[in-house]
């Protein structure tokens, strides 16, 4: 029963993982609900998930219990599939479009500039 026990919380960790690695960097804030549904737990049992995977040092962040959310600043590199390797690529096209619009503007602003 021990084992079973021990298998069942490293598969919710996991899903954890899986529910971080497929927000943006900038969307790692997560309330317990959305933890919950993902991992499989009752939302008073996200807290606990959360704090096995820190002491784990699977990820490292905060819980606010009073908001009942969870903002996670990093996350350990780990093994990737063909899938997270696309999301990987998506989200570089992502960011290679936004930086070359960012780029523009700057452009177009030292332009204005010079000319004053």
């Known amino acids: 029963m021990k ?9 919710r960790i996991l899903a954890f993982l899986e529910l971080l690695f497929n927000c943006g960097k900038d969307e ?3 309330t317990f609900d959305q933890i919950a549904q993902r991992c499989v737990v009752q939302p008073n049992e996200v807290e606990m998930l959360v704090m096995k995977a820190m002491s784990l040092e ?3 962040g905060s819980i606010d219990e ?4 969870v ?19 998506s989200r570089l096209e992502e960011w290679d479009l936004k930086m070359d619009h960012i780029i523009r503007t700057v452009e177009v602003g030292a332009e204005e500039l010079l000319r004053e």
Do not use: F
């Open 28 to 30: 790692r804030c997560l």
């Open 66 to 69: 009073v908001s009942a959310t």
């Open 58 to 60: 699977l990820v490292r």
């Open 71 to 89: 903002q996670i600043s990093w996350t350990m590199p780990r093994y990737l599939s063909k899938d997270h390797l696309q999301v990987l690529v």
């Open 3 to 11: 084992e079973m026990t021990y298998l069942d919380q490293k598969v």
